[in-house]
């Protein structure tokens, strides 16, 4: 008889599989998560040029750009992109100078701490790094940006006793790109590690 419940057990555990574990999980976007905007239109115009100099690697105007898109409105989003201009020529110093502005002007501004955290990472000030992201964890309720500190947490800590990952492109490219690294680590079953 307890064979027979064992069986049925099995069976109905067997019959009761969830099905979406074959469905590819949703497209995430990192900006629902956030809750700012450039108002004025006139900045918002400055911005989006800034933007299209941006992608057509022409930095200094992009910049140009984003400074007019500040002086018109105080926003985060400009300043953090001010930063990111600064990133991408390499000076990180002058780039954690914007991100720490976008934080002051809005501490719920979670990219700029991100981004920060990325300049202190690349100057190997792993301290500085894990402080900033320890920083947003405590701030934020958003389950993204809470996941996304944490990513960089476990970045920063294995460079910090490692040194420079350069062998794991992969997780480079996550940190670095803004890819989810959760969407990319579930759509390729976890070869990397199940979860972040």
């Known amino acids: 008889m307890r064979v027979f419940f064992i069986i049925i057990f099995f069976i109905s555990t067997i019959s ?34 800034g933007l299209d100099f941006y992608d057509q690697s022409d930095l200094e105007s992009a910049k140009e750009s984003f400074t007019k898109s500040f002086e018109i409105e105080k926003s985060p989003i400009t300043i953090n992109e001010l930063g990111w201009i600064e990133f991408t020529k390499k000076d990180y110093t002058k ?4 991100f720490k502005q976008a ?4 501490n719920s501004y979670w990219p700029a701490y991100i981004n920060e955290a990325k300049c202190f990472r690349n100057l190997n000030n792993f301290i500085e790094a894990e402080n ?3 920083k947003l964890k405590e701030l934020s309720e ?10 960089g947490l476990a970045i920063i800590y294995f ?27 579930h759509s390729h079953n976890g070869l990397i590690i199940d979860h972040y």
């Open 95 to 98: 780039a954690i100078i914007y």
């Open 159 to 185: 460079d910090d006793k490692q040194g420079f990952i350069s062998n794991l492109s992969v997780l480079d490219l996550l940190f670095n790109e803004g890819t989810n690294a959760l969407d990319y680590l």
């Open 16 to 49: 009761c599989k969830d099905n979406t574990q074959n469905k590819l999980p949703e497209k995430f976007n990192p900006y629902e998560h956030l809750n700012h905007n450039i108002e004025n239109e006139k900045a918002r115009e400055f911005y989006f040029k």
């Open 142 to 151: 958003s389950e993204y940006w809470n996941s996304y500190a944490d990513f």
């Open 103 to 106: 934080r002051n002007l809005d």
């Open 132 to 134: 900033i992201l320890l």
